[in-house]
């Protein structure tokens, strides 16, 4: 694959993927296409060597499977981790709201966004619905409105005068999009008119009787472009870490995997991963269990097993240099980032860092490295988790990126392609290099 058609393909997943949940079903279906058989927790499993699967937790996590063609018990994993999730507006329980003759919708905050990265935006509407039938059976079904239906205006300028000095957003207070004219009844209107309506045409064949809840996100529906006059660059929302998320599922899908190959993509990073869909949850080692049931099996394998932790690095800033580490400034299209802590927020050693570097010199792919300025406070990812739970060697990597929890976030048009390519021969290649005890 080359890098047109990879960037194609990304920009086809982003616009598909407003929520975890479309996100998974995106990969679900990608993987459906090229044979993979889906697992269910509460069934019985019958695998066989050389197959593919993937198996879903609560519709915003996967792990997908590739089952090595000459099985053993004791044999290592490759196994890659990324989150569905990124920061966001989500709605809350009772949704809408009158105010001076508008109807505003009621969000909190998921995560950790750049708020004010999300006034004057066309925001759509996405997420999961649960729903329930004349049966009395409750039905699950996702939806997105696929086009502007919200937006929270900013205040003039001749009405806050400092707004260009200073601009605190508080939350409880001024994040409320504006939805429609306000309309008599418009909790039930909102949920008639508006969200039945929605799923009828979405799910014209589901027989949706009542509303019983939801999980519903704003985003912003500008589409993914390529950017720069010379097209150097990727802007598109929710790039951190859905880009992680693609390159593991294009990654598994290649012919040449010859041995244990995994990649799980967990919902709930943002907020601490403290879910039973998140990465603290016990999905991975339950399904671990269920493919080596055997405990000193299982054991040796990992022993001898790698965990590539994928997650968004931050690239210097033109702007903003005096925020890294002076030694330490990954630029965009230089390729992915080894990020590194001495207090292990991210779970990157030199035993672990050596495997990558090794992996991205046989594809010709440049290697930078990232550790955060002395003076601010480092963020953390699925690698410590992964490292902790299954007492494996991770490392922790990602494309370098500019505004991170934007609404819209900026990357090298090369570096996600890059990643992929890394990725890629982790998975297949003939023999993971072998390290001294």
Not at 280 to 288: A, D, E, K, M, W
């Amino acid at each position: 694959m080359h890098l047109e058609q990879f960037n194609q393909d990304f920009f086809s997943f982003l616009s598909s993927s407003p929520t975890p949940f479309h996100a998974v079903k995106y990969i679900s279906d990608l993987f459906q296409k090229n044979g993979f058989k889906q697992l269910f927790e509460n069934r019985t499993w019958d695998t066989r060597a050389g197959e593919g699967y993937y198996c879903v937790r609560d519709n915003g996590t996967i792990i997908g499977i590739k089952l090595a063609k000459k099985s053993a018990a004791n044999a290592a994993w490759r196994m890659t981790g990324a989150h569905t999730d990124s920061p966001a507006l989500q709605l809350k329980p009772i949704p809408v709201r009158d105010s001076n003759s508008t109807t505003q919708l009621c969000v909190e905050v998921y995560g950790g966004p750049l708020l004010a990265t999300w006034f004057d935006r066309d925001l759509g509407i996405a997420g999961r619905v649960m729903c329930s039938d004349e049966k009395g059976t409750i039905l699950t079904c996702l939806i997105d409105f696929k086009r502007p239906v919200a937006i929270i205006p900013s205040l003039a300028i001749h009405l806050d005068r400092d707004a260009n000095k200073e601009h605190t957003v508080k939350r409880q207070k001024h994040l409320y999009p504006l939805l429609c004219h306000s309309t008599n009844g418009q909790e039930k209107t909102f949920f008639n008119d508006v969200l039945l309506q929605q799923i009828k045409l979405e799910h014209p064949d589901l027989p949706v009787k009542n509303i019983l809840g939801f999980d519903l996100f704003c985003y912003d529906t500008q589409p993914p472009t390529v950017t720069g006059v010379h097209n150097d660059f990727i802007t598109a929302g929710r790039l951190d870490n859905l880009v992680s998320c693609f390159v593991s599922a294009k990654s598994l899908l290649q012919n040449q995997i010859n041995d244990n190959c995994l990649m799980l993509c967990s919902n709930h990073e943002e907020i601490g991963s403290s879910s039973m869909a998140g990465a603290r949850g016990n999905f991975l080692s339950t399904v671990l269990s269920r493919l080596i049931p055997e405990a000193s099996d299982r054991n040796m394998a990992l022993h001898d097993s790698y965990f590539l932790s994928l997650d968004n690095a931050h690239g210097v800033h033109p702007n903003f240099p005096e925020k890294h580490d002076p030694q330490h400034l990954p630029l965009l299209n230089h390729g992915p980032v080894i990020k590194y802590n001495s207090n292990q927020r991210y779970a990157t050693t030199s035993k672990s860092a050596a495997l990558y570097k090794m992996l991205a010199s046989e594809v010709d792919v440049p290697v930078q490295e990232f550790v955060m300025n002395n003076d601010l406070t480092c963020g953390s990812t699925i690698g410590p988790i992964a490292a902790t739970n299954l007492g494996i060697q991770t490392v922790d990597i990602g494309i370098p990126s500019l505004a991170m929890h934007s609404i819209r976030e900026t990357s090298g048009v090369k570096d996600p392609y890059m990643l992929y390519q890394t990725i890629s021969h982790f998975y297949s290649r003939s023999v993971l290099p072998q390290t001294e005890e």
